[in-house]
């Protein structure tokens, strides 16, 4: 079993920079592929990116657009996101999930645990 909690969420101004920091309990956590997704109301949640057990990385080319980076530390059980030039399109809430296969980051159904999200708010 693993818990994710998620923060570093906000409402900042066009072009600012954010870092979510997603904190799982459990001495297994390196074990998980990690995988932030994000969902703004009324529409699906939708894949931003993932990081593997050795750091491995898969990006929504789509959303992240250079902008966005994630990394990982075992160590601290922690996995981040590092949004920078963000825009109101980026506005959403941003969730964490962690799963133990290898198959794509894409699919929400092959993740086995999910944070409860952090809101993040991008003025125009």
């Known amino acids: 079993q693993v818990q994710l909690v998620e923060s570093g969420g906000g409402y900042v101004q066009t072009g600012d920079s954010l870092r979510l920091s997603c904190v799982g309990s459990?001495?297994?956590?390196?074990?998980?592929?990690m995988g932030w997704f994000r969902q703004d109301p009324g529409k699906e949640r939708e894949f931003v990116v993932g990081?593997?057990?050795?750091?491995?990385?898969?990006s929504n080319t789509d959303v992240v657009k250079g902008r966005f980076t994630i990394s990982r530390d075992n160590a601290k059980n922690t996995v981040y996101l590092q949004m920078s030039n963000l825009k109101p399109e980026d506005t959403a809430v941003y969730y964490c999930a962690a799963k133990a296969g290898t198959a794509s980051y894409y699919s929400e159904e092959l993740y086995d645990y999910w944070g409860q999200g952090t809101q993040v708010t991008v003025s125009s």
């Open positions: 459990g001495p297994t956590f390196s074990l998980y592929s």
């Open positions: 990081i593997g057990r050795t750091g491995d990385i898969t």
